[in-house]
């Protein structure tokens, strides 16, 4: 029974997990950057590299390369990159090259795929911003009202206390004047 229990446990845990919504999130991230990065490519191969051709007069950026061994068909006499002997091909040999080119084409697509997730970034960022500032001001003007409420208070419970002090005051002087009165009236009843 506790197996059952852990597995309810992990199942229920992974539901939450995937209900939050960040797996989807990312998911979705990872399906349109996997698009943008061929729309990325594809910008590269037929619209950078064909206008570089232009200036390197003998192809495009894949054409640029180091053969450190050209390829070699069946039969055909090559020197052995091992022996430094001349021989006769038993089989197909490979080109051997350094793909400067290729590589160039790679640092490109990073280099695009770089600055566009930069400037979709600035762009959320700089939305953020404008609603956190509008979220701040609307926090502050409400910490203002808030404030101006309480001082108001504050000034109502002042003035209120200054009038129960006045009305105080007047209490006690009316006191004091019927004590004299009082003392009066009694001086002049013992002198009749």
Known sequence: MAKSKKKSGFISDFKKFVAKG???DMAVGVVIGGAFGKIVTGL???IIN???AIFLQKGGLDDLKTVIQPA???GELYLDRFTGKAAVATEDIAEISILWGTWLQTII???IVALCIFIVLRVIIKIKERLNAKEIAEAEEK??????KADAEKAAAAEKAAAL???QNQLEESLLNQEKL???LCQIMKNK
């Open 165 to 167: 002090a006045a009305r």
């Open 182 to 184: 009082l003392a009066e």
């Open 72 to 74: 070699v068909t069946a």
């Open 22 to 24: 960040n797996i989807i």
């Open 50 to 52: 064909p206008f570089v």
């Open 44 to 46: 590269v191969n037929y």
């Open 143 to 148: 910490a203002a009202a808030d404030k101006a």
């Open 109 to 111: 697509d990073f280099l």
